[in-house]
């Protein structure tokens, strides 16, 4: 077997109906019923159209709520910030540090959480864009720094 005599199957491949072209085949209207819209050359209908009867995005009743000035932080615990810290020997964390140890994504806005707060018991400079009261109150009790980024306006 080789590539110039490779076909498909038998009875695979059909000819496809040429509708329109021509008297002796579907004539007249084509297969398009008569006139209107539909019946016309270069007629689509819209996305969602239901033939005149309301379409169902607006049958159903709107609800909810999307605040467009929202700020999505990523969280990241204590619990891990500790583990990362002594497994290499950190005294400072930041968002290098987190990304490089795949902690956040580069785009990621961080914010340290209280998780693991009672296992926390280095005195560690981090600094991240946002920190619970609790993960706040851990750093600072064993002498810790929580230092806030300042966001960079565009």
């Given at each position: 077997?080789?590539?110039?005599?490779?076909?498909?199957?038998?009875?695979?491949?059909?000819?496809?109906?040429?509708?329109?072209?021509?008297?002796?085949?579907?004539?007249?209207?084509?297969?398009?019923?008569?006139?209107?819209?539909?019946?016309?050359?270069?007629?689509?209908?819209?996305?969602?159209?239901?033939?005149?009867?309301?379409?169902?995005?607006?049958?159903?009743?709107?609800?909810?709520?999307?605040?467009?000035?929202r700020v999505e932080y990523h969280g990241v615990n204590?619990?891990?910030?500790?583990?990362?810290?002594?497994?290499?020997?950190?005294?400072?964390?930041?968002?290098?540090?987190?990304?490089?140890?795949?902690?956040a994504s580069k785009n990621d806005l961080i914010k340290?959480?209280?998780?693991?707060?009672?296992?926390?018991?280095?005195?560690?400079?981090?600094?991240?864009?946002?920190?619970?009261?609790?993960?706040?109150?851990?750093?600072?009790?064993?002498?810790?720094?929580?230092?806030?980024?300042?966001?960079?306006?565009?």
């Amino acid at each position: 077997m080789e590539l110039h005599n490779l076909k498909p199957a038998r009875g695979s491949v059909k000819k496809r109906k040429r509708i329109a072209r021509g008297e002796g085949s579907r004539g007249g209207t084509a297969t398009r019923g008569n006139k209107g819209a539909q019946a016309r050359a270069g007629y689509h209908s819209k996305r969602g159209f239901e033939g005149g009867q309301m379409p169902l995005h607006k049958r159903i009743p709107k609800y909810g709520f999307k605040n467009i000035n929202r700020v999505e932080y990523h969280g990241v615990n204590l619990d891990l910030i500790a583990e990362l810290a002594e497994k290499n020997k950190l005294k400072k964390i930041d968002r290098e540090v987190l990304i490089k140890h795949g902690a956040a994504s580069k785009n990621d806005l961080i914010k340290v959480l209280g998780r693991g707060s009672d296992k926390f018991n280095a005195a560690l400079e981090i600094s991240a864009d946002a920190f619970s009261g609790s993960a706040k109150e851990a750093i600072e009790a064993k002498k810790g720094k929580a230092i806030i980024l300042k966001k960079e306006k565009v």
